[in-house]
Each structure stands twice: as C-alpha cells, then as structure tokens.
C-alpha cells in the first residue's frame, strides 16, 4: 500500500501542475490574441538572448537583415510583444520542470500501481514533444495548423494529468457513492465530452479563419470580420446551446442526489459556471468586433470544460456501485 502523506503530497504536486498547464493555455492564448507569437523569432533563445532586451537600442543594428535571411523578413523588435512571448515561455518552462517532478514523485507507485508511474513518464515525455513543437510553430512563421495541433496537444496533456492524479487517489473516489450512476449517465456524460472536444476542434477552425481576415483584410476593423466568416462560425456558434443544456442535465441528475458527495457537486457548479463564462466570451467575440481579451478567456474556458467533464467520468469510473 502507498503511504498516505505521500499520496497527498502527491495529489497536491500533480494538481499544482494541472493548474500550471492551464496556465499556459492561458498564456498562449494572450500570445496568439495580442499578436505576440513573433515576439521573439528564434528558439529557445529571443533575438539571439537567453533574455531579451528591453530596448531595440540593445540589439545589433542589422538584426533586421540577420532575420530576414533566415525567413522572417519584416522582424521588427517591440518590447511589449516579446516580453509577452518571452512570460509564455518562462511559464513553459516552469511548467516542464513541474512535470518533471510529478514524475519523479509518482515513484511511491511503483510498487502499487505502476500504470502511474509510467503514465507520468509519458506526461514528460509529452511535454517535452509539446516544447519541441512550440519551436516547430516559430519556425513555420506561425502556420494556423501547427498552432492548432500545438492546442489540441496540451488538451490531451492535461487530461492524461487528470487521469493520472485521480487514480492515484483511487481509493479515495472509491467513497463516492456511484448507486445513482445509470448507464444513460454515462452515455451523455461521453457524448459530452465528445461535443466538447467537436466545439473545440471547430473552435480552432474559426480561429484560423479569423487569422487569415486579419491578414487579409487588416485594414478593416474588427467589428467588420464577421461579414466574411465561414459556415462553421455559425454552427460552432449555435452548438454552445447544445453543449449548455447537456451539462445542465448532467448537472441536474448530480445536484437531485440526497447527501451527495461535495466534490461532484463543486464539479458540477464548476462545470455549469465555467460553460456560462465561455458562452458570455463567445459572445463579446461575436458582438463587441473581437477584443483580445475575450480570446485567451474562451479558449481557457473550453479547455476547463473538458477538464471538468473528464475528472465527474473518472470520479463515477472509480465511485462504488455504479451502474456503468
């Protein structure tokens, strides 16, 4: 048997991480949002600088030349926008050395389940593909493709993380009374999770339409981009409804349970609430011509909700006399 206190040490470093790869969900979204994906055009280094410089003044008088026969040509250095990278990168990598250690700490299951500690491996293994494909995404002058399957990548992360954690804590969530758990639960917590990640992917579909208006059309103002949007943004915009009365229903047949357990009932709310704020970002993305802001918040929330969803399925996987 694992030792208890190292069970919850455990717990606690895993879920830290979790917290800290949603922040750079985050911090990539203000990246993509503020047009900052260029703001330091080479990797790992920022203009040739393991730090980057506060003032063009610093750098050599022909970086321009230097970049532009590298492929990027128009390099122009603004501070704002490479500090900005340049956080989302500090961020990265206080992340990467957080993965490490929550693999080197899922040790104590060697003996009791192995499946963690190789399941962590593959999380730093992962992490790391994901820091290489962060270079690829510099390196191809930010090809809409390559930054979606960047996303897409640390959805899939973070949800191997959240399966990691919550079977270490196994027999915690074996408490949870799952008695109520019918298999029609089940079928739409999955169909679920599979319109979430349906959104997403045409989430990111929109996002690339989006990026090639802005570069077509950048003289038109925002509030003008939605005459040319593409099908999907409609459908992707209606779909939000769908997704919404879903997780209500799910949330319902939660919430109706005599005495349930606190932490599915938190998870309910969180999911609810986390869907609402999405659906308000997505809105203001719609009617109030894009503001920046709005970009990271959606696109954090839509990996949130799928977090959320992900740790209920888990936690009635592993919950007592379940149904499915």
Known sequence: MTDTLAAARFRRLGSLTIFAVYLVILAGGIVRASGAGMGCPD?????????????EAELPANYHEVYAARGYENTLFNPLKTWTEYSNRLIGASTGLLVLLTAWASRIYLKSDKGIFYLSLSVAALVGFQGW?????????????????HMLLALFIVALLIYVIARSQKPLLATLDGSWISARFGLVLKIAMLMTLLQVGM???????VDFIAHQDSQIERQYWRESFP????????????????????AWQIFRQPGQHRLLTRMAYSLIGLIVIAILAGVSLDRLGFPAIAQ?????????????????????????????
């Not at 989430?203 to 339409?209: L, P």
């Open 203 to 209: 989430g990111t579909q929109v996002r690339e339409a």
């Open 296 to 324: 990271p918040i959606h696109l954090l929330m839509a990996n949130l909700i799928f977090g959320a969803q992900f740790f209920i399925y888990i936690s009635c996987q592993y919950s007592s006399r379940k149904s499915f």
């Open 231 to 250: 099908i999907i943004f409609y459908i992707h915009r209606s779909f939000s409804s769908l997704i919404l009365f879903t997780n209500l229903w799910l």
């Open 43 to 55: 990797w790992p280094t920022c203009f040739g600088l393991w730090v980057p410089p506060l003032h």
């Open 133 to 149: 494909l962060g270079s690829a995404v510099v390196a191809s002058n930010l090809k809409p493709l390559m930054i979606t399957m």
